[in-house]
């Protein structure tokens, strides 16, 4: 199969750290991504992790990989009111470097 | 240095009706594609090209046409629009980097209403 899934809501308190997890089906994904939409816009990358890393930090995001559960998720320190918009996990594979795969997006809101 | 444009960001349509959804890259990449988005379902992949010249279906291809017109333009066609094609569409195009990953650029989006 070639499922990305995603919940699809999550509210978090400014300050607090938010973590948004993502399940995915299919073993030979190669890289897993994390993308970001802003209301009205495209959306846009944030980071993405190397199917051998377990873990990836970026100022105050870090991604960690459970390749055994073929689990990923994102967590973003101190929350604040910018970081309020859809996150999107992705997968590729070398199999079909073409076919990046998207789950539904969940929804971060921010509450003060 | 514009990435990704689309055109119409609105369109209103009556069922029945054709249009052409446009998209320019000024990026330099072969891989372009076309996306739809509705809530709940994230995004799925309509059509996409390779390279200039090649066009393949995606997941949800029926109602819709491409053309690749040149490397730049990707253009996506509604022949007789029906209201289950309301959506938010859109156009991206890849960079594939040595390492294997793939990172999409996206445009602003084309929301589209068909009555």
């Known amino acids: 199969g070639e499922d990305v899934e995603q919940s699809l809501f999550l509210s978090v308190r400014e300050g607090d750290s938010s973590v948004i997890n993502c399940t995915y089906t299919d073993s030979s994904s190669t890289y897993l991504y994390w993308y970001k939409q802003e209301p009205g816009a495209g959306l846009q990358l944030l980071t993405y992790i190397f199917s051998n890393m377990d873990m990836k930090q970026d100022q105050r995001l870090t991604v960690l990989l459970n390749k055994k559960d073929k689990h990923l998720s994102l967590r973003i320190a101190d929350t604040q009111t910018g970081d309020s918009a859809i996150y999107f996990c992705?997968?590729?594979?070398?199999?079909?470097?073409?076919?990046?795969?998207f789950g539904s997006g969940t929804r971060l809101s921010i509450r003060p | 240095n514009a990435g990704v444009t689309q055109t119409p960001k609105f369109q209103v349509l009556k069922t029945g009706q054709s249009m052409t959804l446009q998209c320019a890259q000024d990026m330099n990449h072969n891989s372009m594609y076309w996306y739809r988005q509705d809530p709940g379902m994230g995004l799925r992949l309509i059509y996409y090209?390779?390279?200039?010249?090649?066009?393949d279906k995606g997941e949800v291809p029926n109602g819709y046409n491409v053309s690749r017109l040149n490397k730049r333009e990707f253009s996506l066609r509604l022949e007789s629009a029906a209201p289950s094609q309301t959506s938010v569409y859109f156009c991206?195009?890849?960079?594939?980097?040595?390492?294997?990953?793939?990172?999409?650029?996206f445009g602003a989006g084309s929301r589209l209403t068909v009555l």
């Open positions: 090209s390779a390279s200039e010249g090649t066009t």
């Open positions: 991206a195009t890849r960079t594939a980097f040595r390492s294997g990953a793939n990172v999409l650029t």
């Open positions: 992705a997968e590729s594979r070398y199999s079909s470097a073409s076919k990046i795969i």
